[in-house]
């Protein structure tokens, strides 16, 4: 473990922030007149290389840490600014922002960790 780790995942953390806040912001795109929401994708992606990135600088457990980032900047896009200005909607596509760039991340994190759980330990034997 390198001095560089806690670093490493701080950003990381930071990055899952900022990418809940620009998958918000971009979350009501149109291409044309038809409702174009791409931002769902790109969170869902990002969110999972974040994840495995994480998982490269510290242990399994703290592999999640990113998503909390990524829940904080939802929330905070969720709490009214001056004036009552709201940047999330209230829409099926927030929703679905919600569910779609977080469980990718989560699925992944479930596979590594049921694949921690079932696989056979060799207890010292040679």
Do not use: E, H, Q
Not at 2 to 24: N, Q, T, Y
Not at 63 to 70: F, I, Q, R, V
């Amino acid at each position: 473990m390198s001095f560089l780790d806690p670093v490493i995942l701080g950003v990381l953390i930071f990055d899952g922030f900022l990418c809940a806040v620009l998958a918000v912001i971009f979350l009501p795109s149109y291409l044309g007149t038809t409702p174009f929401p791409v931002s769902i994708l790109l969170a869902a992606v990002v969110n999972l290389v974040l994840v495995i990135a994480a998982r490269t600088v510290t242990t399994a457990g703290k592999a999640a840490l990113p998503l909390a980032g990524w829940i904080a900047g939802f929330l905070l896009c969720m709490v009214g600014g001056p004036g009552g200005d709201v940047l999330v909607l209230s829409s099926p596509l927030t929703l679905l922002l919600l569910i779609g760039a977080l469980a990718p991340a989560v699925v992944y994190l479930f596979k590594v960790a049921s694949t921690a759980l079932t696989s056979p330990k060799d207890f010292g034997r040679a």
